[in-house]
């Protein structure tokens, strides 16, 4: 490779330049400004705002201005505050705008150069294996190219190993094209290497790369559209669009007339002086570079290089700005629906907008009929120009009222929860490369995961071994084994090529390295003496063959190919095998047979991996029975190849469950999301992995299918997927072992395709390889491994997980999760104050033919619910309680029951409050009345209580808006928020200002301390008036809840096996108390087809609950697990028992005996944590309930006609 001296890298850089293509200006804080300016409703305030400024230097006659109450000449000049008041409020909302949106760009742009210098692409300088960021990428670098990479910059073959690469997305040909050294050498950046593994010189980086190139042209595409004149509209080109563009088909030809991308060091400029020239020389330069870098092969792990950014400097051709411009409706293919909380989003604000609308018109068109009622029809008078002022006011009041209707904060709200989540995730392992996926995350119903690195630690060891005829549980020592046998094992290429030499790489391929050194062997030895470049042929690992061989010369002449892969597919190929004295046996069909039942099968059950080693040798003549003649090989042809192999040992690799693993599966169960394991595994490890994750547990009605069954399920007699036999199947699906990427795909797209549910699911999907790019795609949350994951696979993600954890997915969820009540928060809080503040100016337009709350002032306030709270509200962070729901899915409302119970009771307080003071309060405070004032009266005490109440009611509200399901602690959680302590007070501290020194500006009038407690005091009582109406809420609808609760367990016993249960937990010793509810020992609920569940509830001494039952299916018996076998007498009641070691008869408890948590009955579906501890006191009154809850049931039972009782109930009370 290079010498990579700093002179060496100078020189390149000044010749060549760095790959790195240069970003897109960012938009100057004025151009914000600008854009935050172009909001309708700000323009029409402006408007209204200077009208009523040039209006107020209006003198009118005497007469007219004689008749305004109250009103002076110094009161008269100063009208012309409230114009530059509402000009500054204006200003100021303009200003806040515009910075978040900076501060956004800000952080996004700098989470991106993190992603870009964080990835990084293996390179071979100075003899050294390096991995270095992109961009630092040089022209004349030798790269190493793997299967899943996304090539940085342009190059040229210089070794191949069954080289394919996807070059789709500049020729827009589907097929992946072949490379070589001699065939088709040329390598193109923003290509993807899809198959095969080998080495690459750079030719061309940054902005003379074909990626530069075409991001140059795109940028300049824009330019060029923005500066014609005619209907085009700016396009923002993303990289879904660039990877499908049409017209790329024809712009390798309008770019070179070959295939070498290699720049001279002379270009010239067109007359526009923007598009940049290049000559090209022939194929010889790339021959030059080869011998003057020298190269070795020893690297593994490249990252996807971060998204290219529109460069802005290069002219454009016609081909590419006719795709530019799509016609009118076409959709972008490929992109995901709109998320769940965009569209609930979208309904809202339209719905929130022709509310807010109508409401301002109405509102102006009062006013405006009761002053010309009063002062042309009542009063007589004649019109004046000095009456234009009262109709500016009243259309700044309705143009306020609609700024105050309208949720332009909502978007703020969005944004900004999502900024602050992104940033956070990123300490949780989740690199969110689409913000929407956030949100997603929260509604996901679904994960299906992969296996190894996931779920598993990805630290794989051999523990078992199948070799010369024995199977060996504890691995045995090279003396065990014939020599022979040994050194063919040591001296089979345990690394995939390209693979580090060390154990970094393939974890696979790390546990038979350390195999290899178990036998007493050093693999880097024999690795020196067999390099790569001697290797023959490499058939590399791909999910279609599940195996992977690479073909080597012998010492005495011929070949040996060398292969590993899928046990029991790989013996399917093996017609001999090494037998006790090392040399090669018959292997027959039933030998197969035997050791798959006997050896591989049991592996699989204890939860390992099995690989099977095989071998095939060519000889120049005279071959053994095993052996093959060169003359006969034909390496091309693969099935021939890969047949008549000797097997030479199966091994169980064991890859241990992360410790964390079952704990955070339980958390997704309880959150109401089904977990299922999509891996390549054996379906016996894969069965036994699931077990202890407890994605499948015992008794419950699971499928473990794999792929090859799964299709045969799914697919009609056409071999089309039909969606009738897909929804019989995908529900109770599990465990999807043996599978393709296009099994998995055919999964995702089916579960979110279905219509079996009212709710559409919404899907998260794990991948790692290149192949499940398409599966990440087509899920509504992609998320790729960000160790293990290919560059593709990465490209095609939504989240990176940076761990490979699927904890980390839990943690996604929570945030999603976060960010829709955030908003929720959000939109409780702003649609209470909207509420209350629009009503006021309606009522006060009808009753008093004014606003009492002033257009400025209404203005703050709009300031305090958009800007300000959607800063305080979306910054909090996630909680376990998140997880103890179930998602909210995709028809229930953005405002739930609790909210909206939440907007109007507090609603109806502060109108309350607001309008006794209105119509009573000088009589309450012994004040002026502010009613029936001028157009330039000087601000009173009146209205100003009024509006400092209403802002002290809001403020405290806000501390309410931070619980949204009915939580009585609403200080849970406050101090750990310092944001949202801190935007409270400072608006708190403003407000104090504006009251005490706005005066005209703000139309308020300085209080006395008595005044502000009163008003403190009854913004106060927002809390005390949500603590009460929480209670009498709580109260009323507990009875309700548990008659539901009851009622939902009944309907659920059908479907008990997919509850969740409690094995996990510690067991007592000696005794345990059993509560067992309606039959002496259990319940026997029968379904129509024969089926029948056995239930009970165990009540441990240690407080835990297990709900234990037996599972009878006619056609599926064998594959239920019977956890307790419940004993049925004609008489059924309710008993507490205490059984032990010997048999023990009911028997009766005091209080002394034991605190313990008590059962409701039929509660099986519940976690333990949501019953709560209660004495033996209080179990009379329990043990009535629990009757209540039977009668209930049999009351249900007899109106379902898909489940009965087999028993009949009575209300017979047992002695307690």
């Known amino acids: 490779g290079l010498s990579g001296t700093p002179a060496d890298v100078r020189a390149r850089l000044d010749a060549f330049g760095s790959n790195i293509i240069p970003p897109k200006p960012p938009k100057t804080f004025l151009r914000l400004v600008w854009e935050a300016l172009q909001d309708v409703t700000l323009i029409i305030l402006i408007v209204a705002a200077i009208l009523s400024l040039g209006l107020s230097f209006y003198q009118p006659p005497i007469n007219i201005e004689e008749e ?87 190059g040229a073959v210089i070794q191949s190993n069954d080289l394919m690469v996807d070059e789709s997305s500049l020729t827009g040909e589907s097929d992946h094209v072949k490379k070589g050294e001699i065939i088709d050498p040329v390598l193109l950046s923003g290509t993807h290497v899809m198959e095969g593994s080998g080495k690459m010189v750079v030719t061309a980086v940054g902005i003379n790369s074909q990626a530069g190139i075409i991001f140059a042209l795109l940028g300049a595409a824009a330019e060029e559209k923005k500066s014609k004149n005619g209907p085009q509209v700016p396009t923002t080109i993303t990289q879904t669009e660039v990877d499908t563009m049409p017209a790329s088909i024809h712009l390798m030809e309008a770019l070179y007339d070959d295939h070498v991308v290699f720049p001279t060091y002379t270009t010239e400029k067109s007359d526009t002086d923007l598009m940049p020239y290049y000559q090209y020389p022939d194929v010889a330069t790339y021959n030059i570079i080869s011998v003057l870098c020298s190269y070795h092969a020893e690297f593994s792990l490249t990252s ?51 509310a807010g609308t109508a409401i301002a018109v109405i509102t102006v068109v009062i006013l405006i009929l009761r002053f010309c009622v009063e002062k042309f029809a009542i009063q007589g008078k004649e019109w004046d120009l000095y009456y234009i002022q009262y109709f500016v006011k009243f259309f700044i009041i309705g143009v306020t009222v609609l700024v105050v209707a309208v949720p332009e904060g909502l978007p703020l709200a969005v944004t900004l929860s999502l ?63 014939p020599k022979n046998l040994v050194d ?64 080597i010369p012998r010492e005495n002449g011929g070949f040996r190919l060398f292969t590993k892969g899928a046990s029991e597919i ?77 097997c030479l040992c199966v091994v169980g690799i064991e890859d241990p469950v992360r410790p964390e693993v079952p704990d955070a599966i339980r958390k997704c169960q309880r959150a109401g ?146 960010v829709y009540d955030s908003i929720a928060k959000f939109l409780q809080f702003q649609l209470t104050v909207n509420c209350v503040a629009v009503t006021v100016a309606f009522l006060g337009a009808c009753a008093i033919k004014d606003s009492p709350l002033k257009a400025i002032q209404m203005l703050w306030v709009n300031l305090i619910m958009d800007t300000l709270a959607s800063l305080a509200l979306a910054t909090e962070l996630p909680t376990d309680e998140l997880l103890n729901r179930k998602p909210y899915g995709r028809t229930k409302p953005l405002i739930s029951k609790h909210m909206l119970q939440n907007i109007v009771g507090h609603s109806l307080y502060q109108l309350t409050i607001i309008l006794v003071l209105l119509f009573a309060g000088e009589l309450v405070f012994d004040i002026d009345s502010g009613r029936g004032a001028g157009l330039h009266t000087p ?201 032990s070691p010997k048999p023990a008869s009911p028997r009766t408890f005091s209080t002394s005996d034991i605190n313990i948590r008590v059962v409701n009955a039929f509660r099986m579906g519940l976690e333990a944590d949501s019953f709560d501890k209660r004495s033996l006191s209080s179990l009379q009154s329990q043990h009535s309930l629990a009757l209540r809850n039977l009668q209930l049931i049999k009351k249900s039972a007899s109106q379902d006609p898909d489940v009965s009782f087999t028993r009949s109930f009575s209300d017979e009370t047992t002695k307690i």
């Not at 008794?699 to 090859?708: I, P, S």
Request: neutral net charge.
């Open 570 to 646: 790989l013996l399917k190929k093996c017609n001999w095998i090494i037998g006790k004295d090392g040399e090669p046996v018959k292997f027959t069909v039933r030998d197969q047979e035997t050791i798959v039942s006997n050896v591989i099968q049991p592996m699989a059950s204890d939860g390992l991996r099995t690989i099977c080693v095989a071998f095939k040798d060519y000889v120049p003549e005279n071959p053994a029975i095993n052996e093959e003649v060169i003359a006969n090989a034909n390496f091309e042809d693969e099935a021939s190849t890969m047949a008549n192999l000797t």
């Open 939 to 1139: 601000p009173s005490q009146h209205f100003t209580i009024i509006f400092n109440t209403f802002v002290m009611m809001t403020l405290f509200n806000e501390v309410n808006a931070r619980k949204i399901h009915g939580q009585r602690n609403i200080t849970q959680g406050l101090l750990s928020n310092p944001i949202f302590i801190g935007i409270w007070l400072g608006t708190f501290a403003a407000q104090i200002i504006i009251v005490q020194y706005g005066g005209y500006a703000f139309y308020t009038a300085g209080l006395t301390i008595d005044q502000w407690l009163w008003c403190l005091f009854l913004g106060f009582g927002e809390l005390i008036w949500g603590q009460l109406r929480v209670v009498r809420a709580f109260k009323s609808t507990l009875e309700d809840i548990e008659e539901k609760r009851s009622l939902h367990s009944f309907h659920s016993l059908h479907s008990l096996r997919s509850s969740r249960s409690h094995h996990g937990w510690h067991r007592p010793m000696s005794e345990e108390l059993n509560i067992v509810v309606d039959i002496r020992q259990g319940t026997r609920v029968v379904e129509p087809n024969g089926s029948y569940t056995n239930m009970a509830l165990v009540i441990h001494e240690n407080n835990s609950v297990e709900h234990r039952r037996k599972c009878s299916n006619k056609s599926r018996s064998a594959e239920n697990i019977s956890m307790m076998e419940a004993a049925h007498n004609d008489v059924p009641s309710v008993a507490v028992q205490r059984t």
């Open 304 to 354: 996807k290089r971060g998204a290219l950014v529109v460069s802005n400097e290069a002219a454009v051709g016609s081909r590419i700005t006719g795709f530019l411009t799509k016609p009118a409706g076409e959709k972008t293919s490929g992109r995901k629906e709109k998320s769940v909380l965009q569209a609930k989003l979208t309904k809202l604000a339209i719905q929130i907008g022709y």
């Open 673 to 818: 999301i089904t977990v299922r394991m999509v891996t390549g595994d054996n379906v016996n490890t894969a069965r036994s992995i699931a077990a202890k994750c407890g994605i499948i547990k015992p008794g419950e009605d699971f499928l473990v299918l794999e792929g090859k069954e799964f299709n045969q399920c799914i697919r009609g007699d056409d071999n089309q997927v039909n969606s009738e036999l897909f929804d019989k199947t995908w529900p109770r699906l599990r465990v999807l072992a043996r599978s393709s990427p296009t099994d998995k795909y055919t999964l995702v797209k089916g579960i979110i395709e279905s219509r079996l549910n009212p709710n559409r699911e919404v899907v998260a999907v794990t991948g790692d390889g290149t192949n499940d790019g398409p599966a990440l795609k087509k899920a509504d949350v992609g998320f790729a491994m960000g160790i293990a994951g290919t560059d593709v696979a990465k490209e095609a993600s939504d989240i990176i997980l940076t761990d490979d954890n699927f904890t980390s997915i839990v943690k996604a969820v929570m945030w999603g999760r976060n």
């Open 419 to 481: 900024a602050y989540s992104v940033r956070k995730m990123m300490h949780d392992n989740n690199l969110v490369r689409h913000l929407d996926a956030c949100e997603t995350m929260g509604n996901a119903t679904a994960i299906c995961s992969d296996k190894t690195g996931t779920l598993t630690t990805n630290r794989m060891t051999v523990v078992q071994a199948y070799l010369a005829g024995a199977h060996y549980k504890k691995l045995p020592s090279a003396e065990e084994l």
């Open 68 to 154: 305004e109450v109250g009103s002076d000449d110094s009161e008269s000049e100063a009208g012309w505050i409230e114009g530059v008041a509402i000009l500054v409020a204006v200003f100021v909302v303009v200003f806040v705008t515009a910075f978040n949106d900076w501060r956004k760009e800000k952080q996004f742009r700098g989470l991106q150069n993190k992603i870009e210098h964080e990835h990084k692409f293996s390179v071979i300088r100075n003899g050294e294996a390096l991995q270095l960021p992109v961009g630092d990428l040089l022209v004349g670098d030798i790269c190493q190219v793997k299967y899943g990479d996304l090539l940085p910059a342009d």
């Open 488 to 551: 063919v094992f040591a001296k089979s290429p345990p690394e995939n090529p390209g693979e580090l030499p060390t154990q970094l790489g393939n974890k696979t391929e790390c546990s038979l390295l350390s195999f290899v050194i178990h036998l007493g062997r050093s693999y880097e030895h024999i690795r020196e003496e067999m390099t790569e470049d001697k290797f023959i042929k490499v058939y590399t690992f791909n999910s279609v063959r599940k195996s992977m061989g690479t073909i």
